[in-house]
């Protein structure tokens, strides 16, 4: 259970610290491809919006799928957008989808986390605080790194992040699914009684 809440904590740290990164360096990744002030700042305000939108559209998709699926299907999203968002051209649309997709995680994930891990008590505020340091931790990380690697870099390396975030939610798909008892039970077998075990037949009187 503790490799468990483990796993969820370190994708709520990394999925905000995606949601911060994106916030906080998309203008000045926009502005260095081509785009004008204005239109950076558009973007990042559209960003912001299909957020907001995603939240409200993935409470219809709760009641039809369950939060795993929500999650894996998000998490994968993210990824090709943030890959996507290296291309100069496309990349304030692949910014609004990395909002779109980001935004079931955090409120899918806490149902999840109670289905997983009933036992753990205030696991859900463990995980709500280990995000925060997410949020905080995000941009001075994501700063030295861009000052490694430069700022074209940015989408590339939140991909790389959002990646992490993907495998974490494959392994607790794995982790978290019940195995069927009778898949993983040998077949029982029983012996025959005495008075049904074969032996030699007595021919009958005539």
């Not at 994106?22 to 002030?37: F, I, K, Q, R, S």
């Amino acid at each position: 259970m503790a490799t468990v809440l483990g796993a969820f904590v370190l994708l709520y740290v990394l999925h905000v610290g995606i949601e911060a990164g994106v916030g906080g360096w998309e203008p000045t990744h926009l502005e260095t491809v081509g785009y004008g002030a204005t239109a950076a700042a558009s973007a990042t305000s559209v960003y912001w919006l299909m957020m907001t939108v995603g939240r409200f559209l993935v409470v219809p998709l709760a009641l039809r799928w369950p939060a795993r699926s929500i999650i894996v299907v998000s998490c994968a999203g993210m990824t090709a957008c943030l890959l996507l968002a290296a291309v100069p051209a496309p990349a304030p649309f692949a910014y609004a989808g990395v909002g779109l997709f980001i935004a079931p995680i955090f409120p899918t994930g806490l149902p999840w986390l109670n289905d997983a891990a009933p036992r753990a008590r205030r696991a859900g505020a463990l995980v709500i605080a280990a995000s925060m340091v997410g949020g905080v931790a995000a941009s001075p990380a994501l700063g030295k790194a861009i000052e490694l690697s430069g700022i074209r870099a940015v989408p590339l390396i939140l991909a790389a992040v959002s990646a992490v975030c993907l495998a974490t939610t494959v392994w607790l798909i794995r982790a978290t699914t019940p195995r069927r008892a009778a898949a993983t039970r040998p077949a029982a077998t029983t012996a025959p009684s005495p008075a049904q075990a074969p032996g030699p037949r007595t021919p009958p009187r005539v």
